[in-house]
């Protein structure tokens, strides 16, 4: 009987250690996935910055402009294109003009 | 014995005299608390309590065909207040209004108000820059933090804002393709209950549900193709006085938009700058005059009641029919019906018009998509009418065939041409490559579309009304138009359409695209001399984009093979 009663009272005393534990515990990681979440916020706000100043910088006009003004390029025309025949196209043109 | 009792008795007074003392003092407490300073309390205990935050989705990117960003939401902080409790410091107002650029003034009536009211949440500003997002941080007051919010951004600008469309200031779409896909790319906001301490702090996360991300949206738009395609507006707007230019580019095989652009447009990035946008492409119905000729052509072609090579005598030039005239720009004499289409002779038209049913020509103009709306699944697009009567004049049915008496928009006449570049088979177009589409049909046998085909490859050459249209390397085949304005239901003689619609290369099809110049008060307002130099810019170069090979090898040399024998084409 005495025996059953420590016993019953230590049970009562761990669970009561063990509700404030997890309770404490609960808090604890609760406060860290909040700064998991920030992290992962902040982490996507600044991979969405730098997508805007890629699209931004990287926009096909600017890069045409700046090939033309800065290294003197052109766009390729009739004059500056150089045709070659592909040895399978020759060979086809050949069997056909017999 | 009794002594001993006695001292027993002693120490369980002073026990519970101790006890008593003890419950007596918690009691006072409990009433002086209760009594004498609850409203301080219940200050202090509504400032720390379980609040619902919302956690706002993330809104999807719209992108264009290659994955390029067109519209992007990035996180923002905004400034918010809880005025019970920013309302009890008023001593710190100034460093408030001073960090957000506000007059006092202003957030104090504000405060006071919604403090009277009772509210618990009051935006202070919205969308903070980095830095001052950080400075009201740093301030700490009491009641005063931020949330995340996001603010959207289009990298191409103008470029892409008649299409597009924007968002309002809480993300959510308010015009074009933002405002009919707002479901898609919105997502679902999550939910957050915590208990927050009287700064406004989290203490503690209770409960917390996720948020769903908005899905991201891709087009079939090709950045690349549309901004060369505006920057080609914008330039024939100033060159040409011109009030509106829209384009359309279509690539033939599938059907997809790969540039739609109306100029002059708007910024809509800059929240003062913004108008609804114009899509003209698709929201403006006109009558499309010589542009639709060469379907008349095909239908009497289908018909057998011309060949090609039919001549028909054009000749005084001009030709009564009720109470009007019908005119060519000059006497051009007997033509074939090639020479029809290349001269764009009005009078040969009309002549075959009047030997076809015209409710068999609306039918067949309805078949190829003339006045009714696409498939594309752009906003705000508009059918057009083809009008189908039990009675028709003569004078009615000689306008039909040059091309007045019915409207489409541009998006329809870029669709119709694809068809006849594509042999014949109408292939739907679309803006949004990834979700189900209508299935290609035959609107035409292929042997009339290849005929059409080389019919308008020969009005894109130098004797042509298009020889402007004509691409170095290329074989082009196209047609011009410029018709009249109607304006309050009379034909303007001074405001003119001037368009142009083509495609490249003639002998395997790739893109098609119409060129629209509204109003141009330069030299000439003819499309051929408006529109098609505009056509042969953006194609060109949009061939070039795409890596499209030459087809037009008759003038040039060939590597490894002797002058004489040139590559047949």
Redesign the interface.
């Known amino acids: 009987m005495q025996i059953a009663k420590n016993l019953l009272i230590c049970t009562c005393l761990i669970s009561a250690i063990a509700v404030i534990w997890v309770r404490h515990e609960n ?1 604890v990681q ?1 406060i860290e ?2 700064d998991i979440y920030e992290q992962r ?1 902040n982490l ?2 600044e991979w ?2 730098l ?2 100043e ?3 910088m ?4 600017q890069l045409a402009n700046w090939a033309r003004a800065s290294h003197s390029m052109f ?4 004059h500056s ?5 592909s040895q399978v196209a ?1 060979a086809a ?1 050949r069997e056909l ?1 017999r | 014995m009794n002594e001993r009792r006695h001292l027993i008795f002693n120490r369980d007074l002073v026990l519970l005299a101790f006890i008593v003392l003890g419950f007596g003092l918690l009691a006072a407490r409990a009433a002086y608390l209760q009594v004498f300073s609850s409203a301080d309390l219940q200050a202090a205990g509504s400032e720390r309590h379980v609040r619902n935050e919302a956690i706002n989705p993330n809104r999807g990117v719209i992108t264009d065909r290659s994955g390029e960003t067109l519209a992007l939401s990035t996180a923002v902080d905004s400034a918010w207040a809880d005025p019970g409790i920013l309302v009890r410091h008023p001593e710190r107002l100034d460093e408030l209004a001073g960090v957000l650029n506000l007059s006092k003034s202003s957030i104090q009536t504000n405060l006071e108000r919604y403090a009277n009211q009772d509210r618990q949440f009051m935006y202070l500003q919205r969308h903070l820059t980095s830095q001052r997002s950080e400075q009201v941080t740093d301030l700490d007051i009491p009641g005063v933090s931020l949330m995340r919010e996001y603010r959207r951004f289009y990298p191409h600008g103008p470029i892409t804002a008649g299409l597009l469309g924007f968002t309002n200031i809480d993300d959510q779409g308010f015009e074009g393709i933002e405002l009919i896909r707002d479901a898609q790319l919105t997502g679902k906001p999550g939910l957050k209950r915590v208990i927050k301490d009287r700064r406004g702090r989290t203490v503690e996360s209770l409960h917390m549900t996720r948020v769903e991300d908005g899905l991201d949206l891709r087009l079939s738009i090709d950045a690349r193709i549309q901004q060369l395609v505006y920057k080609e507006l914008l330039a024939v707007l100033t060159n040409e006085r011109a009030a509106l230019a829209t384009s359309v580019v279509v690539h033939i095989p599938t059907g997809e938009i790969l540039a739609i652009a109306t100029a002059p447009s708007f910024n809509p990035n800059l929240i003062s700058d913004r108008k609804v946008p114009r899509n003209q492409a698709v929201s403006d119905v006109f009558e499309p005059g010589s542009i639709a000729k060469p379907f008349l052509v095909a239908k009497a072609l289908m018909q057998g009641i011309v060949t090609p090579n039919t001549v028909i005598d054009t000749s005084p030039g001009y030709m009564r029919i009720g109470g009007y005239t019908v005119e060519d720009i000059r006497n051009f004499g007997p033509l074939s019906v090639e020479d029809i289409l290349m001269k764009s002779s009005n009078i040969g038209v009309t002549k075959i018009g009047l030997e076809l049913d015209p409710n068999e020509l609306m039918s067949f103009y309805q078949e190829v998509g003339f006045g009714k709306r696409t498939d594309s699944g752009l906003p705000g697009e508009i059918g057009g009418i083809v009008p189908v009567r039990e009675r028709w004049y003569t004078s009615e049915r000689a306008t039909l065939s040059y091309g007045y008496g019915f409207a489409v928009t541009a998006l329809q006449i870029v669709q119709a041409y694809a068809a006849i570049a594509n042999e014949g088979v109408l292939v739907p177009i679309v803006i949004f490559p990834d979700e189900s589409r209508a299935e290609p049909r035959r609107v035409m046998p292929q042997q009339v579309a290849v005929e059409i085909t080389r019919m308008l490859e020969r009005v894109v050459t130098p004797t042509g009304t298009s020889r402007r249209a004509q691409i170095p390397l290329y074989r082009v085949a196209g047609k011009t138009a410029t018709v009249q304005k109607l304006i309050d239901g009379e034909y303007s003689s001074d405001q003119h359409l001037s368009m142009f619609v083509g495609f490249a290369p003639a002998s395997k099809p790739e893109l098609a695209a119409v060129v629209i110049v509204d109003d141009p008060k330069g030299k000439s307002h003819y499309g051929g001399v408006v529109a098609a130099p505009v056509f042969r810019k953006i194609i060109s170069s949009a061939l070039r984009i795409l890596n499209v090979p030459p087809d037009d090898l008759e003038k040039v040399a060939v590597k490894g093979v002797s002058a004489k024998e040139k590559v047949r084409s």
């Open positions: 808090r609760i996935l909040h916020d996507n706000t969405q910055k997508k805007i890629l699209a931004a990287s926009r096909h006009d766009p390729a025309n009739e294109v150089i045709f070659l025949r020759s043109d003009s």
